[in-house]
């Protein structure tokens, strides 16, 4: 540690480290994901990082969904409910009937003990509008049902959206409910948002949560297409979005237009309520030309398969407003592939950074990284009391270094692994490292292998 950072640590904020230790972080011995600052309670030379996925030929997932790693995913309209009854332990949700039909017409929720065989609930459950995508989630973190839908936002009102200059923008909604099964809401407000038409069903509008938005960090005439919100099936508390960010062509002045191109971006939360949106692309576009050249839209599904996730994206050649599924801009089914936790790492400058976590305290035996250093980089990790002093045994001086890139690296401090006398004691972990992304720590069981 740098004389400069060991005198912050030890003297500047000692007393006020000493004034939290009533509070630790309790990891116990799950894993914990660099998606945000929480674990990071002092650093220099850290930059929190989205690492974009690689693209690869589409793959079947057919035999991945079989895997016990995969049991229980949420994909698309379709999720697992494991507060309910056998019987109902998957639903989904579907929108249906003509936006004309304003008594009919609307989402709807089917459950099914198996994915196959589907019953609908009669009643719908949202008479709104929702074009876009449409997803819900059993969270038990809060023990209650989310829905997200796209939610529009007007900005020429009572004009329909054929009509409204400027045109009204996409946004993400939420709206929590204890019963999936019953209706989420009991009618329409007195002024519903009417983006069809007075004779049309009302979309979502801001009697509804908005979740994500573009804003004016963003280029002029953006909105979120889809959402791609899911709750991580492989960490408890960690929510991700992969909203299809829609830039739209400026209009033509002798026509209406909807048209532009579209990619995909990254959000992470701890609630599925707070989001921190990284800026550009997570999902790019291909060259000019090539099949995911013009458009790509993505979804909230993800398969694992060992220690990468697949996952699965729409896109044409061509912008939004050429005919999709057309000779001329045919649909394009493409897959990327992310690194196990890797969607977002806290990484160290080549000349060098280094970060203190706030005190957590855990049960668990050892201490293991997701952490790639490659050729040039390396880490070492340091456990400090209360205090911010270096515990005896594991020390900076006395930390192994790592080099390479890992999954599961373990840690060691003069070649020993053993962390299981500092169990239920506060302690902080201090990361020293060079040219090195860390994704995740865990402090592991020794039965354990995730």
């Given at each position: ?215 004016d960090q963003d280029p002029p005439e953006c909105d ?122 806290a990484d160290a400058a080549y000349e060098g950074g ?97």
């Amino acid at each position: 540690m740098s004389l400069k950072l060991r005198l912050f640590l030890g003297l500047t904020l000692g007393a006020t480290f000493s004034a939290h230790a009533a509070a630790p972080v309790d990891v116990g011995h799950a894993k914990q994901l660099f998606i945000d600052d929480r674990f990071i309670e002092s650093s220099e030379g850290i930059t929190l990082t989205m690492n974009p996925p690689v693209k690869r030929p589409r793959e079947d997932v057919g035999g991945l969904l079989g895997r016990p790693e995969n049991a229980e995913l949420d994909y698309g309209p379709v999720f697992s409910d494991p507060s309910a009854p056998p019987e109902q332990r998957w639903k989904k949700v579907i929108l249906e009937g003509k936006m004309s039909d304003r008594e009919g017409a609307g989402l709807f929720i089917y459950y099914s003990p198996d994915r196959v065989h589907w019953t609908k609930v009669p009643e719908r459950v949202f008479p709104y509008w929702p074009d876009g995508e449409n997803t819900m989630m059993y969270d038990p973190n809060r023990g209650k049902y989310v829905a997200y839908f796209r939610q529009w936002v007007e900005r020429d009102p009572n004009k329909s959206y054929w009509e409204a200059d400027p045109l009204p923008l996409r946004t993400v909604g939420r709206l929590e409910v204890d019963d999936a099964l019953k209706p989420w809401v009991d009618g329409w407000p007195d002024d519903p948002t009417h983006i069809w038409g007075p004779n049309n069903l009302p979309a979502p509008g801001v009697e509804f949560d908005v979740v994500l938005a573009c804003d004016d960090q963003d280029p002029p005439e953006c909105d979120f297409y889809d959402h791609g919100i899911v709750r991580y099936p492989w960490v408890d508390d960690v929510y991700l979005a992969f909203p299809v960010l829609y830039r739209h062509f400026p209009d033509p002045p002798d026509r209406r237009a909807n048209d532009g191109l579209t990619d995909v971006q990254l959000a992470t939360s701890r609630d599925g309520i707070n989001w921190r949106r990284f800026r550009g692309s997570y999902i790019r576009l291909g060259p000019e030309g090539s099949p995911d050249g013009g458009c790509i839209y993505t979804s909230r599904t993800m398969v694992r398969d060992g220690d990468e996730i697949r996952q699965y994206y729409t896109a044409y050649p061509l912008s939004h407003g050429t005919n999709a599924g057309s000779e001329d801009n045919p649909r394009f089914a493409g897959m990327v592939v992310q690194r196990l936790d890797g969607f977002v790492s806290a990484d160290a400058a080549y000349e060098g950074g280094e970060l203190t976590t706030p005190l957590l305290v855990f049960d668990g035996d050892r201490l293991e990284l997701n952490v790639d250093a490659s050729a040039v980089g390396d880490v070492r990790v340091e456990i400090l009391d209360e205090d911010a002093q270096p515990l005896p045994g594991f020390s900076l001086a006395e930390a192994d270094m790592i080099h390479g890139n890992h999954l599961r690296k373990v840690v060691t401090w003069g070649g020993s692994e053993d962390v299981s006398a500092l169990r239920g004691r506060p302690i902080r972990l201090h990361f020293v490292m060079r040219a090195a992304k860390l994704y995740a720590f865990q402090f592991a069981m020794r039965e354990e292998a995730q």
